[in-house]
């Protein structure tokens, strides 16, 4: 079975390639290109997949998931300016789809301890615009 | 490979009435929806598409490039609009959620090479909701089975 769970965090970024000129970086990103940074509240959703212990009865112990999030993302990502505080955000562009790479890359060696495994990582940058990554393989 | 999904809205009126039926029987499919009149629905549609990161931007897809086509190929064909009256489409099937989510589907696979020369992204699925309650899904699986 698969089981989610959701964290928030808001952040600021800027979406530019500083290799690109600012023309180039406005034609590619608009808005999101504005040297100085804008903000959204990300919302994050985690799936595990597996069965449940049988003894305990649960894939992963919620506590347990929800301590990891909160140390491996909330923690390190919440009211930050991720392009500044956030590595890699200095070298890689904090787009939505690097960010759920980089929240897969942070979790994944905790998360995939059977029977649970890291299915895939939802992040939504808006109502209206989000990403889902499942991991490299697919 | 990622998935990235994009939100729209649009508001639209339609009527159930298949042209095959008696009216008798078209009342007794389709109850309410089938009110001469028509009624309305404010739809929700999530494009997903699927690709790579590019590395020169960090995107799967330009966004303001998805809406472009959606706005134009969606968008603006379809909200405020009375869907049997007014699409030609419909003048030969009924317009079902299912078979708006069909013709959505194929009218941006359609124009899809107009905004995305390259072999990525692809467009994954199209999910339209009529109501929160009622949500139809189609994949280019399902779009085949149906052409």
Request: proline content about 7%.
């Amino acid at each position: 079975m698969f089981i989610t769970r959701r964290i928030e965090f808001s952040a600021s970024h800027v979406c530019a390639n500083p290799a690109l000129p600012d023309e180039e970086n406005r034609r590619l990103f608009g808005d999101a290109a504005n040297p100085y940074g804008h903000g959204h509240n990300y919302v994050v959703e985690v799936t595990l997949e597996g069965d449940p212990d049988p003894v305990s009865g649960m894939v992963l112990d919620l506590k347990e998931l929800k301590a990891i999030l909160n140390a491996q993302v909330v923690d390190s990502f919440d009211h930050r300016f991720l392009n500044k505080e956030v590595p890699p955000f200095d070298r890689t562009i904090p787009t939505v789809e690097n960010i759920a790479i980089e929240i897969w890359n942070r979790i994944e060696p905790s998360l995939s301890r059977p029977p649970a495994k890291l299915h895939s990582v939802r992040v939504y940058e808006t109502p209206n615009l989000y990403v889902d990554y499942f991991g490299d393989a697919r | 490979m990622i998935r990235v999904t994009r939100r729209y809205e649009f508001s639209a009126s339609h009527r159930l009435h298949a042209a095959g039926l008696s009216d008798e029987e078209n009342w007794r499919l389709y109850g309410k929806c089938n009110n001469p009149f028509g009624h309305g629905h404010n739809y929700v549609l999530e494009v997903s598409v699927r690709g790579p990161v590019d590395v020169r931007s960090g995107r799967a897809v330009d966004p303001a490039e998805l809406d472009r086509l959606v706005g134009e190929r969606v968008i603006q064909a379809f909200d405020h609009k009375n869907l049997n009256e007014q699409i030609e489409a419909f003048d030969r099937v009924v317009p079902t959620t299912e078979n708006l989510g069909l013709l959505i589907h194929a009218r941006l696979k359609q124009a899809w090479p107009s905004v995305f020369s390259g072999p990525w992204p692809q467009l994954e699925k199209v999910r339209i909701a009529e109501t929160e309650r009622n949500i139809f899904e189609v994949n280019e699986t399902h779009s085949r089975q149906k052409s």
